[in-house]
């Protein structure tokens, strides 16, 4: 098997961390695009939101991860006890998670099912790929919000769909590949597509922001709805 050789970088992330809630139990924050959530063995990359987060709330732990270009919500365990309850809502998906999303071009339904299994092959790596023979089962709901044109820098105008993402598993990269599964990858997503069409370029960021998470407190039992409005 290939070794994984991770050479990326993150430039600086000068944006905050906006806190949405906190309590003794666990914090909910809204996570800046271009920011680690785990800091990575290369010492370019100590910057992330636990290294942030650990000077704040001591012994906080990550509950579940954002991938770098991803903006929105997570939730913070801060304490072992707290992160192995929410882990466990989390394994057992218990835990409702929605996501907005920029696609490429228009949908043309207006909701749908992206069902195909997700696997890692270290001779690709950071890319994941779908193969329904090596790869661990992946459902993606989708549900179109608006169809609209974005005029671009050089006067064109760019047709994109504005979408409602649910995923049923927690795949690495899912939402990104399984959107390009579907033929409309995610706008400014340079490793599935999001790049490509003429126009989107110079496109800032990751158009993918974690927009609701839904969990039950581990400490009150209460149901627990938090939003995060998309920046996009």
Not at 45 to 50: K, M, P, Q, Y
Not at 53 to 69: A, E, K, N
Not at 215 to 230: D, E, M, T
């Amino acid at each position: 098997m290939s070794a994984i050789i991770d050479t990326f970088v993150a430039p600086p992330c000068h944006d905050e961390i906006e806190i949405l809630f906190q309590d003794d139990h666990l914090a909910l924050i809204n996570k800046p695009a271009g920011l680690l959530s785990l800091s990575g063995k290369n010492p370019q990359n100590l910057d992330s939101v636990h290294h942030r987060l650990v000077r704040i709330f001591p012994g906080c732990t990550l509950v579940h991860r954002l991938d770098f270009g991803t903006s929105g919500l997570m939730v913070i365990a801060r304490n072992k006890a707290i992160n192995a309850a929410l882990c466990q809502q989390f394994s057992q998906r218990t835990v409702t998670k929605f996501y907005v999303a920029l696609l490429c071009g228009y949908v043309a339904d207006n909701e749908g099912l992206i069902d195909a299994a997700i696997a890692k092959d270290p001779a690709l790596f950071p890319l994941m790929s779908i193969c329904e023979i090596s790869g661990k089962p992946a459902r993606s709901h989708y549900r179109v919000l608006e169809r609209f044109e974005q005029k671009r820098e050089d006067g064109t105008l760019l047709p994109l769909t504005r979408v409602q993402l649910t995923p049923e598993t927690g795949r690495t990269h899912q939402l990104r590949i399984h959107c390009q599964q579907l033929g409309h990858p995610i706008l400014g997503c340079d490793l599935y597509g999001g790049l490509l069409l003429p126009g989107t370029e110079k496109t800032p960021r990751l158009m993918l922001h974690a927009s609701e998470l839904n969990f039950v407190h581990p400490v009150s039992g209460k149901p627990v709805s938090a939003r995060c409005n998309s920046p996009f």
